[in-house]
């Protein structure tokens, strides 16, 4: 009997992870990119006939003994995290344990497709864009990330309204895949481009339809390199395959948390001495790159494009789809998917424990909470003032939120472009100010109406979020800055 055997591996080739079995007669050895589930990989997904063992954390022995036993004809159940029946053409989807976590649209082919495979393009989406961009706009889909040029500053602009300022700007557009991402608590645009970037050059082909751009500029971390190497590879196959008309072009960018603000991503690829945020308006949209209506997304947005346009919408209907939530609670990590009417919590299932003194949410520049019972749009966690950039960090009692907020201050102090008096000069003094708490002086009112004033006033997005970790410890830990004034941490984190 002739067996159908797959081994795929999340491996990324690098020098400290195993050797992938070369492929053979019997078993297709494919490597494919991270599922999301940080801690639990290397994963490998063993197929034989139907029926997939999924084994985490695995070794260079561990792929080997899989391959073998997949030759032989057996699935290797034995030691599987989990072993699911399902449609071979179609991931597998464990009714427990971290992988079942969430839900996986825009997520459905990480960890299982070839990220390099351009076959998704071929009929893609985009060939019958201007159906999907009908259903962006009868949606409202929002921006996704601190990247998106939609995710702005004052009234965010829907996916939709942001295609019409650009399509209605006199000019050559131009679509820029912004996947600068540089917080370090925030994976999903990485780890888009580096599992599927096919689906997120789906969406931004159906977003050059919409603007009449002719050409993609997807600028990628330095930091990046697997991410985009693979997205090279997949726009070289597109390429020779002839499937895509649109200029498809890879760059990089710095690897600093200032440049995935969009203007400032902007003055990266036109290669200013000095990187400032642009004052708005205009917007990118108006005037982008080198004067050009620009369209700028983030990898996750362009990705909810896609999905929406093949499976509909999910989620609350002021901000709908789903939220990528990159979840980091001590050594665990994990990029959960979640609809958006679906409170932060059900994120947690991917990494574990459910308790924890306090939760970051946004990132560096997230809000501190108790609780996760806000749901997943953006109308909720704003409402609750958290951030909707795509992480939740979690931090269990021995940290400190005085100490969190410093740290953060700090961070804006030295990190800020230095454009505008607000966020330069506010930060600086926020962070003397809770230097000061450890000398003896705290005045709640004065930190909360200097960390306003930095949040009100500040150019771009980075100010605006800068003092929310400052603002949100004070509502949540408020007894702690006066405990610490006191002299007494109350975690026994600070000396
Ligand atoms: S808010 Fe901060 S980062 Fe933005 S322009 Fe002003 S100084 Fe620069």
């Known amino acids: 009997m002739t067996h159908h055997a797959t081994l795929r591996t999340t491996v990324a080739p690098s020098t400290d992870t195993p050797a992938v079995p070369p492929s053979h007669d019997a078993v297709d050895v494919r490597v494919v990119g991270s599922a999301g589930l940080t801690h639990l990989e290397p994963l490998a997904f063993a197929t034989l006939d139907g029926r997939t063992a999924i084994h985490t954390n695995v070794t260079t022995e561990a792929l080997d003994s899989l391959c073998d036993r997949l030759e032989a004809g057996t699935l290797p159940t034995d030691g599987a995290h989990a072993t699911v029946a399902h449609d071979p053409t179609e991931p597998p989807q464990p009714s427990g344990g971290p992988l079942s976590a969430g839900t996986r649209r825009v997520l459905a082919r990480c960890g299982w497709a070839d990220p390099t495979d351009p076959s998704p393009l071929d009929g893609g989406l985009h060939t019958n864009g201007a159906r999907v961009v009908e259903a962006v706009r009868d949606a409202g889909l929002r921006p996704r990330g601190r990247g998106d040029a939609a995710h702005a500053v004052g009234p965010e602009r829907t996916v939709a309204e942001e295609w019409d300022a650009a399509r209605e700007t006199p000019g050559d557009p131009v679509v820029i895949v912004n996947a600068t ?22 969406g931004a082909l159906v977003a050059a339809g919409a603007v009449g751009a002719d050409e993609i500029v997807v600028a990628v971390s330095e930091a990046d390199e697997l991410a985009r ?48 945020a642009r004052r708005r308006p205009p917007g990118p949209a108006e005037y982008g790159l080198f004067g050009r209506p620009t369209v700028i997304h983030t990898p996750r ?102 100490a969190l907020a410093g740290r953060r201050a700090k961070f804006a102090r030295e990190e800020n472009c230095g454009r505008c008096v607000p966020c330069r000069e506010g ?16 005045d709640d009112g004065d930190v909360r109406e200097l960390a306003r004033t930095v949040r009100d006033t500040s150019l771009c997005g980075f100010g605006t979020a800068a003092a929310r970790p400052v603002l949100t410890a004070l509502d949540e830990f408020g007894p702690e800055f006066a405990a610490h004034a006191n002299g007494r941490c109350p975690a026994g984190e600070c000396r």
């Open 229 to 276: 190497a693979r997205t090279e590879a997949l726009v070289a196959a597109a390429t020779e395959r002839d499937l895509v008309e649109t200029s498809l072009e890879v760059v990089t960018a710095p690897d600093a948390f200032l440049v995935t603000e969009p203007t400032m991503m902007l003055e990266s690829l036109e290669g200013a001495d000095r990187i400032e």
């Open 181 to 202: 991402e540089s917080d370090p608590g925030i994976d999903g645009d990485r780890l888009l481009l580096e599992a599927d970037p096919a689906t997120v050059l789906d």
């Open 301 to 402: 947005t362009l990705a909810q494009v896609a999905v929406l346009g093949r499976a509909g919408t999910v989620g609350a209907p002021s901000d709908p789809g789903t939220r990528l939530m990159t979840v980091t609670h001590g050594e665990k990590r994990a990029t959960v998917e979640i609809p958006t009417d679906a409170p932060l919590r059900d994120a947690l299932r991917g990494v574990g424990s459910p308790w924890f003194k306090m939760a970051c949410v946004g990132g560096q520049f997230g809000g501190l909470t108790r609780t996760l019972a806000t749901p997943a749009n953006a109308d909720a966690m704003h409402g609750a003032r958290l951030g909707t950039e795509g992480a939740i960090e979690l931090l269990d009692d021995g940290r400190c939120a005085v």
């Open 427 to 442: 930060s600086k003094q926020l962070h003397e100010l809770l230097r000061d708490v450890y000398d003896g002086e705290f």
